[in-house]
Each structure stands twice: as structure tokens, then as C-alpha cells.
């Protein structure tokens, strides 16, 4: 079996390639298709990062810097389209404003080791439309 | 008995405020800290990731208090959130953080803004120097950072009194009256079940006289509040002034009745004004010199976050 770290599949800190997503953003995709799975069309940054925690049965939610910064690249490479919520609802609620996310379908690149790609590429399949 | 079940009670609502606190301080925390990293990036990113944070927050706290966690169970996940999250913060703000001098120069003074100091300034400079100089002079000693304490303390709450118009510098200061209220409380009412106060009737005089002298104060910081001042006193001088007579002449009459001397009412009085006065004048004097350490402090701190950025692009070019 490899098990060297060179080899970039096998590093768990490998660096981004080009066109292709980090295991958060793939996570929060997944995360998306599942709730658009439930008739969740758009989410939240904390709605997400509830789903990926109890999806993925860990203890503490994203750190916010993650979470963001890969919900920015991902609206940055079209994967997600975000909008602002109508500021009335927020007031009527009386809590801040929600930016909500909604997973356009691109097709996704996936970057993974080999124990897990074929694990998402499973669940992509049956959670799409 | 009751010194007893007067402590148990005490003890739980201290544990449930100091929870309360954690959870508060763990929130201001996040928020300035996302106030910080993205104080260098562009107008709608800045207003974008502060409210993202700030609703994030929002949600988190609601949902774990729906299951049923406690405050400082909260504040510990929120913590944990923001600091799993740091390196990834400075790595977004890193491509917008200033690259050339005048550009720090340019962001340090928006956020400074300009130091203009008053003479009024000047002689409670002047004022603080003597201060230090007399204290220095009957007690040598006073260790070294009683003396850093004392002489940064005011420059704080000057800071903090200039920028009310920033949601975090109000937060900020809340919080640290809040904790000076609850220390002082906390600590009267340790005294009072530790020494029995409550057993001696010279107590319960004392404490009459010191609300009475303390009460002209209160009327006058509401009338010093601007919610007090437009709420209640309409923004007019002779409610203020009615106010102030009927309050005054409670307490001097009662004082008197009370007490059977007026001299003692009057002594803490007069202190309590001094004292009131003297930590206002203090206050306002250190607004220059914080004004001239904190625009230092950003382009020191400008300059150190512009090498890690350089770092951080190489680190990201050699991928």
C-alpha cells in the first residue's frame, strides 16, 4: 500500500490545485445537495456548518474563518450564488440579516484520497435532483 | 442560618452571571476580532464578513440555547470557532492588507482619525503629573505595574468614550462597567457576610449617609447620559434643576435627621463631586496621548501583518 507523503493524495495537508476544491468546500457542497435533498433550497453559513458537523459526527462546528472563506470561493468559482435576505424579514424576527447560499448544480471537481472519493461521488449521485 | 442560605443564593447567581459573562465575552471577542482582519479590506467585503460573523453568532447562541447548553458552554464553542478559523482569516484578508507606506499611512488616520489636543487637555496633563508625582513621593513602594495600570486605565476608557460610535466600543465598554459593577457588588457583599456587618447599627447608618450623598451623583450622571437627558428630562434645564433640588434637599434632610450632624453628609458629598471631577478630567486628558499610541500601534501592527502577508504569497506562488 502507498503510504508516502510525497504523494499528494496521501497528505492530508496537501496544497489546492488548480480547478479543483479542498475538503471543506467539498463538504459544503455535499452538505448543500443534501439539504436541497430535504427541500432546503438556500442556507446559511451556520445552517451549513450545522449540517457538515452532523453529517460528519464531530464535535465542534467550522471556525468561522473556514467556513466564510470557503463559502466565498465557492460563489467565486460559481458553485454557489449568495444573497442578502429582505432586511424586513430579519427585523421581524429581531435578529441580524442572513446571507443565504443556494448550490447552482455545477458539476463539481473532486479532490480526495482514495477512501473517500468514491464515498462522495456515492452520495453526489443520491442526493442530486 | 440565614449568612447560610444568603451565601448559597449568592453563589449561584454569581456562577450564572459569571456564565453569562463568558458567553459575553466570548461573542465581543469574535466581533472585534473580525472587526481587526478585516479593517484593511475593501468597504462592501468589510460590511459583508462582519455581518456574516454577526449573524452566525446570532444563530449559534439561539440554536445551543434551544438544546439546552449553558452560557459558558456556548462561549467555549464559540471561542473554539473563532480560533480554528484564525489562520483562515488572515489568509482572506491577506491580499487586501496595504502593500506600500502611504496606503498605512492613509488607513492608520481613517481609523485614528486626527489628535487635537485642547487646553483643557494640556492642564489635566499637567494635573496628572503632579498625580504621579506625589504618589511617587510618600509610597516608593508601589510596585511597577500598579503604576503601568493607573497610567494606562484612563487611556482606555478615553479610547473607548471617543469611539461610542462603533457598535464594538460600546459593547467593549459595557463590559467593563459591567465587570466593575459586579466586582464591586460582589466584593460588598462578601465583606458584609464575612464580618457580619449586618449584626452592627453603625452599618446600616453608614450605608443611609452614603446613598444619600451618592444620590445628587446619580442625578447628575443621568443628566451627564444623553438617553436620560432626551428621555426624561426632555432636553430641558429646569427639569434637570427641580430634579436636583428635590433629590439634594431629601438627602441633606434626611442626613441631618438621621445622622444629627450635616457636616458628616457634606464631607462625603464633597468628596464624592472631587472624586467625580477628578476621574473626568482624567479621562479626557489621556484622549491625545492614547490618540498618538494607538495610530503607533497601527502602523506597527500594519507593518507586521504586511510581512506576514508577503509570506503568505510566496507560501501560496510555490504551490
Not at chain 1, 459544503?28 to 445552517?47: C, D, K, M, P, T
Request: glycine share 8%; proline share 4%; with cysteine.
Amino acid at each position: 500500500m502507498l503510504t508516502k507523503p510525497q504523494i499528494s493524495a496521501h497528505n492530508a495537508y496537501m496544497r489546492r490545485k488548480s480547478g479543483q476544491l479542498i475538503p471543506i468546500e467539498q463538504s459544503i457542497l455535499v452538505a448543500a445537495v443534501r439539504l436541497r435533498g430535504q427541500g432546503i433550497e438556500e442556507f446559511h453559513g451556520f445552517g451549513i456548518a450545522k449540517e457538515i458537523r452532523d453529517r460528519e459526527g464531530a464535535r465542534l462546528l467550522t471556525g468561522h474563518g473556514t467556513l466564510y472563506r470557503a463559502l466565498g470561493r465557492l460563489e467565486e468559482q460559481g458553485f454557489l450564488i449568495g444573497r442578502w435576505e429582505d432586511p424586513l424579514v430579519a427585523a421581524e424576527e429581531n435578529r441580524p440579516r442572513r446571507k443565504l447560499y443556494k448550490f447552482t448544480g455545477a458539476e463539481v471537481p473532486l479532490l480526495g484520497d482514495s477512501s473517500t472519493r468514491p464515498a462522495r461521488l456515492q452520495l453526489l449521485r443520491e442526493t442530486a435532483p | 442560618m440565614i449568612s447560610s442560605l444568603l451565601a448559597a443564593m449568592l453563589a449561584g447567581l454569581v456562577e450564572s452571571l459569571f456564565c453569562l459573562l463568558a458567553l459575553y465575552v466570548a461573542r465581543s471577542l469574535t466581533l472585534v476580532w473580525a472587526w481587526t482582519y478585516t479593517v484593511a479590506v475593501p468597504e462592501h467585503l468589510r460590511a459583508a464578513r462582519r455581518a456574516e460573523i454577526r449573524s452566525d453568532l446570532h444563530e449559534q447562541i439561539n440554536q445551543m440555547r434551544q438544546e439546552g447548553d449553558r452560557s459558558n458552554i456556548i462561549a467555549f464553542h464559540i471561542l473554539g470557532r473563532m480560533i480554528w478559523g484564525l489562520w483562515d482569516d488572515v489568509r482572506w484578508s491577506a491580499p487586501y492588507l496595504p502593500s506600500t507606506l502611504a496606503e498605512r499611512l492613509s488607513r492608520g488616520s481613517e481609523i485614528v482619525g486626527k489628535a487635537r489636543p485642547s487646553p483643557l487637555m494640556v492642564a489635566s496633563l499637567a494635573m496628572l503629573g503632579i498625580m504621579n508625582l506625589s504618589f511617587y513621593m510618600t509610597d516608593r513602594t508601589v510596585p511597577w505595574f500598579e503604576w503601568v495600570y493607573l497610567n494606562t486605565m484612563m487611556p482606555v476608557v478615553v479610547l473607548l468614550l471617543k469611539n461610542q460610535q462603533r457598535q464594538w466600543v460600546r459593547r467593549l465598554f459595557q463590559l467593563w462597567v459591567f465587570l466593575a459593577i459586579a466586582l464591586v457588588v460582589t466584593l460588598m457583599l462578601w465583606a458584609v457576610l464575612e464580618f457580619r456587618l449586618y449584626q452592627m447599627p453603625q452599618f446600616y447608618e453608614f450605608l443611609l449617609q452614603a446613598m444619600l450623598a451618592a444620590s445628587p451623583m446619580i442625578v447628575a450622571i443621568g443628566v451627564a447620559t444623553k438617553t436620560v437627558r432626551t428621555h426624561v428630562f426632555r432636553d430641558k434645564w429646569w427639569p434637570v434643576v427641580v430634579t436636583w433640588v428635590i433629590v439634594g434637599g431629601a438627602s441633606v434632610a434626611t442626613g441631618v435627621t438621621v445622622g444629627g450632624n450635616f457636616a458628616i453628609l457634606l464631607g462625603m458629598t464633597v468628596e464624592t463631586a472631587l472624586l467625580l471631577v477628578l476621574t473626568l478630567g482624567l479621562v479626557v486628558t489621556f484622549g491625545f496621548g492614547v490618540k498618538v499610541i494607538c495610530y503607533a500601534g497601527i502602523r506597527v501592527s500594519a507593518g507586521c501583518m504586511r510581512l506576514a502577508a508577503t509570506g503568505i504569497r510566496r507560501l501560496e506562488r510555490s504551490t
